[in-house]
């Protein structure tokens, strides 16, 4: 008998009931050492003061009006993102998966209205887009598509790193945008390198093609600076954003050029809850604070900590780890031993990772972790490395 939930997803036997910082207890009153923070969204961590005042402040006031009215806290958070990026105008949804959609037909209504017959898009193996019909055809990977077709037309995969390729395909001049990771999340965290990206944006730019980063991950402080695309200096036309805007509270936006939005005029999209006034209010306040230099400064300071003692470790268990890789604090950790293995000896050890593509586990703590609670992490992994030794002595 199906269960009362769509079984879609492999949960593991752990519920939680509370959060602090770093940390999450069951209702067992068992605590864990949160290295997942629900897959890059918790970039505050848990229960953050400052989110929890704002979240309780706009509560009482307003939650939610129609877009059919101003909404100055929405007003306010485009502000601050068009500040703060290559952005000229942004539009709010509620997941990474509708700011997927829009950047699709963003993308292709501005080739529309030109009169130019450019409606492909071009994406790479392994990327993740989300879960809408557009989503999983902007991916194209078999685990995301099985099943599901007809796909949504006019996408096309290169392998990961291929710029002749992508060279090539623009050369027909039928596309209208390219899509990518600047860090693939899903995919197994890889970075795409510094000259990749610039070549990338080139080659757009001598087709002229417009280019989509999706930062749903590795945007919004995880790397250590706002978005992943400062570290080479190239900008996209178009940005998905999404996961750590909202600090746990379900937000995504699309940050575009006037050029690249010129084609959404009134009534060409809409969304009835993105936006709204408890969303922007809450996302207004993560922004301030993951945007303030200090703070990222922080955030790359943790993430050198925590990079060179993952070394270490690596270092200590070569039958269980391979490597370590990523971006700031979007790490992962290529096993030598399966991942999903590891990861059940880490749910042991009361540490959460999240799995990832090509054997990955990934490592996506809360921008904030304490310098302790690293440490205490590295204890954790090494309890679970031993573990997996000891099994396969
Ligand atoms: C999570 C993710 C998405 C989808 O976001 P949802 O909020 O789950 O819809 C899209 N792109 C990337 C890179 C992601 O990591």
Redesign the pocket.
């Known amino acids: 008998m199906i269960p009362s939930l769509l079984p879609t997803y492999n949960r593991v036997d752990l519920a939680f009931e509370r959060g602090q910082g770093s940390w999450l207890v069951t209702d067992g009153g068992e605590r864990y050492l949160d290295l997942g923070a629900g897959?890059a969204v918790n970039a505050l961590g848990h229960a953050h003061p400052a989110l929890v005042q704002v979240l309780a402040d706009q509560g009482a006031k307003l939650w939610h009006v129609s877009n059919l009215y101003k909404i100055p806290q929405q007003q306010t958070l485009a502000d601050q993102l068009v500040d703060l990026t290559f952005a000229d105008t942004v539009f709010f949804t509620n997941?990474?998966?509708e700011a997927?959609e829009l950047a699709v037909k963003m993308a292709r209504k501005y080739w529309s209205d030109k009169g130019e017959d450019r409606a492909r898009i071009i994406g790479f193996d392994g990327s993740?887009?989300?879960r809408s019909s557009a989503g999983i055809a902007a991916a194209g990977g078999e685990k995301l598509t099985a099943g599901f077709g007809p796909l949504l037309p006019g996408f096309t995969h290169l392998p990961f790193g291929d710029i002749d390729g992508l060279t090539n395909e623009l050369a027909e001049g039928d596309v209208a945008a390219v899509i990518i990771?600047p860090v693939q999340?899903?995919g197994g965290i890889r970075p795409v390198a510094d000259d990749e990206l610039k070549a990338i944006r080139a080659a757009c730019n001598d087709a002229g093609a417009l280019l989509i980063f999706?930062e749903?991950?590795c945007g919004m402080g995880r790397t250590g600076k706002l978005f992943a695309h400062e570290f080479p200096g190239v900008t996209p036309d178009i940005m998905?954003v999404?996961?750590g805007i909202g600090g746990g509270f379900p937000l995504?936006a699309v940050l575009a050029t006037e050029d690249a939005a010129s084609g959404m005029v009134a009534g060409t999209h809409g969304s009835t809850y993105g936006g709204n006034p408890l969303a922007c209010a809450v996302g207004s306040k993560v922004t301030e604070i993951v945007a303030d230099p200090e703070f990222l400064a922080e955030v790359s300071r943790k993430a050198g900590l925590f990079r060179q003692k993952l070394e270490g470790l690596v270092a200590e268990h070569p039958d269980v780890f391979e490597s370590v890789r990523g971006s700031g604090l979007m790490l992962g950790l290529k096993c030598k031993a399966a991942n999903m293995d590891v990861l059940a000896k880490c749910y042991d050890a009361n540490v959460l990772c999240v799995p990832a593509g090509d054997n990955v586990l990934r490592i996506l703590p809360a921008l904030t972790i304490e310098d302790e609670d690293i440490s205490e992490a590295i204890t954790r992994l090494e309890t679970a490395a031993k573990a997996m030794e000891g099994q396969s002595a």
Request: aromatic share 6%.
């Open positions: 897959i997941s990474g998966t997927c993740f887009h989300g990771e999340g899903e999706d749903v991950q998905m999404a996961k995504g």
